[in-house]
């Protein structure tokens, strides 16, 4: 357990440092022009060099609710060396998501954060190649697709659960990375990995951290040559068997990926082929995790909806789920709902401005980073009431807090980048969770939290142990 005691340390120190320090005066981003009538984006610095680096690594959260009720929903900081606008709340997250002048884009703003490992990949391409390469890959999911895709994985969620030893203890969030793992070989590659499993697990764990260090350069050992070199590694893995995949047609995403065709006859290249599923696995890989484990701790935390959403999972008679069962599940939904709710596990979305612009009245300058907060304005009372409390009925029709506006649960996104797997991540994350429920009771100790840390998002560094029981 050496990793959390050290975040644990480390979150202390850093809350210790940040508390103690004077918060600095608010400062204009840049003067907007003369009778532009615009407002100045106010903010503050932060320390020299560090900016509020620190605040960011002890509670991002908190310290995002510290900026909106000192400088509203749109202001600037300076994190990990960049300075960055961060926008909260669905007005502003709608706006930028909305993108009505073309003022926002996505390449340079997520390049920042991810750098060159997801590169091409379609969520860092933009306006008229980002719409060829989109109605491409959304053969892959289409309804019928999604039926067949759902088929193989049941038997791996339940290869998977069949190896699971129960007891106290037991570390869910490493079980279903390893599980979802499991799943995207089948359902993505259509194979066993065999002896490459572990290297292949290694090198996405790499690519996904890999941008997430403040030594953003290729210097041996570090994390971000760690993630070039598994970068490398995967585009030669995939490469090694387009040939094969191309020569005939299977049910896996690859071989989707192969022979899409959009309706005008445009296909990838073999490039684009080894990008997008790089790419996509990353994509669903952690988000799927992170939910289907913060479920299953909302759930262990909560009995009595344990018990309603188990009560119509064996309502249904079936071991396995199938497309059409997942309506019924209205329950799962409700849960599903409220844990990308409070835990969204894309915690913000990066743009970059590429021209002069505005937001909610406010100046951007060209060239300014921006962060969407997804994960903080869905855990804030202008936006959501009672945030920090776990109420999937808040999502029922009567109640219906998430219609309150178009952008206010956003944990997919929204508009021409709104996620293109929602549907198959929703199904993934129900069906393993329709088994498991089946199969075991999950208990956790009273007041036991698990100890969050950010990634791609924000997910249990502690592993999130609980109890799990088999039930026959
Ligand atoms: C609960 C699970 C998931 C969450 C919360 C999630 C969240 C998101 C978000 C917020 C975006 C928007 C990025 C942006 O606007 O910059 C996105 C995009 C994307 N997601 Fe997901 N995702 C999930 C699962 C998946 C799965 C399972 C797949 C694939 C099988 C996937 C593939 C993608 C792709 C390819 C994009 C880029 C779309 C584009 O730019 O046109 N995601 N996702």
Known sequence: MSAPMSLRARNAAANLVYTVLPERGARPLAIPPAGSGLQPVMGDPGLPLLGHTLGALADGLSMARRGYERFGPISWTNVISLKIVSVLGPEGIGTVLANKDKAFVNAE??????????????????FEEHHHHRRIMQQAFKRDRLVTYLDMMNPAITRGIDAWQPGSEFLMYPALKQLTLDIATEVFMGSELGPEADQVNRDFINLVFGGNTPIRADVPGGRWHRGLQSRKRMEEFFLRQIPEKRASESDDLFSVLCHAESEDGERFTDRDVVNHMIFTMMAAHDTSTITAAMMCFFLAQHPEWQERVRAESEALGKETIGYDDLDTLTSMDLVFRETLRMNAPVAMLARMAIKDTEILGRYIPKNTLISLGLFSSQRMEPWWHDPDTFDPERFTPERAEDKSHQYAWVPFGGNVHKCIGLHFGGMEVKALLHQLL???????????EPLIDMA???????GLPLTLTPRR
Do not use: K, N, Q, S
């Open 109 to 126: 703003g997520w390049e920042t954060f991810i750098g060159p490992f997801f590169e091409r990949g379609v969520m860092l391409m933009d």
């Open 438 to 448: 089946l199969r075991y009771d999950l208990r956790v100790d009273p007041g036991y």
């Open 456 to 462: 791609t998002g924000p997910y249990p560094a502690d």
